[in-house]
């Protein structure tokens, strides 16, 4: 029999001081995943597949959603004025949906790491008080330096190849003008592809658990804030930051010209490898290689053109 039929018997239920502070949470969170440990691999297997599912997807569209209705509803007209280019009609339902199809997908890849890392085979340990903390500063700063190098290969290979472009990522790029939520959608091979690195670094470098959670969770909302289209690093005038974080105006021109910026924190490996572009130059002359769906009625560049000729 298996003990998915008993589930409620191995997991401890919450209790109310569980949801008293972050921490408590985290404790609680950190017994019921490892209670799962005594069941047999399919039973815990589909667990933290359920759970990694509703998770991700009440994650998902609560930061999707308040960053679409700061940007692209309340303050639109100041972050993404009429003249620029606009997502396409029907284009937030789109990735919507494509998301909400992704994450099981996605959480059917990833559960696997996960198994191994509540049995005990990646590096990641609980107890740190003896950690001192220079150890953090570079355990993240590697993190960060490994999962942007592996990011930036994935991701061009997948423009490399036409058969992994057109079955894996092309569908990522049907949104030439992005929203936040496009941030999740894509194929979730594409998806778990591109999230090796992080997985793979708590397999081959010593971390503290709770720092790996911080960290998981921050390059998500990273990956949701490269897709908003608001300028955070000066894209538009130059300010020394663009120069070295790929911002959201760096991963449009991606979704805009596709061969370019495939980085996904900084633009170093696109300087040294010739696939960098500046997004300056685009938003000075207004010509962004778009179709007119993304644009509003008599806004696209020719249509202009006509008017002033």
């Known amino acids: ?148 190098t592996g990011i930036y290969w994935i991701h061009r290979w997948e423009h490399t190849f036409p058969l992994i472009y057109k079955y894996v990522h092309k569908p990522h790029h049907k949104w030439l003008v992005t929203t936040p939520f496009a941030a999740f959608a894509f194929h979730p091979v594409d998806g778990w592809a591109q999230a090796l690195p992080y997985h793979f670094y708590v397999y081959l470098v010593p971390m503290q658990t709770k720092l790996y959670l911080f960290l998981f969770i921050a390059v998500q909302c ?21 120069k070295v974080v790929n911002g959201s105006l760096h991963h449009f021109i991606h979704h805009s010209r596709f061969d370019y910026n495939y980085g996904q924190y900084f633009t170093f490996w696109d300087w040294f490898m010739g696939s960098h572009y500046d997004p300056k130059p685009d938003f000075d002359s207004g010509d962004f290689n778009l179709p007119k769906q993304n644009y509003h009625p008599g806004m696209h560049p020719s249509e202009l053109t006509k008017k002033q000729q």
Request: negative net charge; aromatic residues 16%; hydrophobic residues 50%.
């Open 1 to 148: 029999m298996l003990d998915i039929l008993r589930v409620t018997d191995i997991i401890p239920y919450p209790q109310p001081n569980d949801f008293e502070s972050i921490t408590t949470l985290v404790d609680y969170l950190r017994v019921a995943c490892l209670a799962t440990n005594q069941m047999d691999l399919i039973s815990q297997f589909l667990v933290l597949w359920v759970v990694i599912t509703l998770g991700a997807t009440v994650f998902y569209y609560s930061l999707c959603s308040l960053s679409y209705l700061v940007y692209f509803v309340i303050f639109r007209n100041f972050f993404h004025p009429p003249h620029e280019p606009q997502p396409f009609k029907g284009q937030v339902a789109l990735e919507a949906l494509m998301s909400l199809i992704a994450i099981p997908g996605l959480a059917l890849l990833t559960v696997p790491f996960l198994q191994g890392e509540l049995h005990g085979y990646s590096q990641l340990y609980w107890e740190a008080e003896n950690d001192p903390w220079w150890y953090y500063v570079i355990v993240t700063i590697g993190f960060i330096l490994f999962t942007d």
């Open 222 to 242: 990273w990956s949701i804030s490269i897709h908003d289209g608001i300028d955070a690093v000066g894209s538009r005038v130059s300010w020394w930051p663009s």
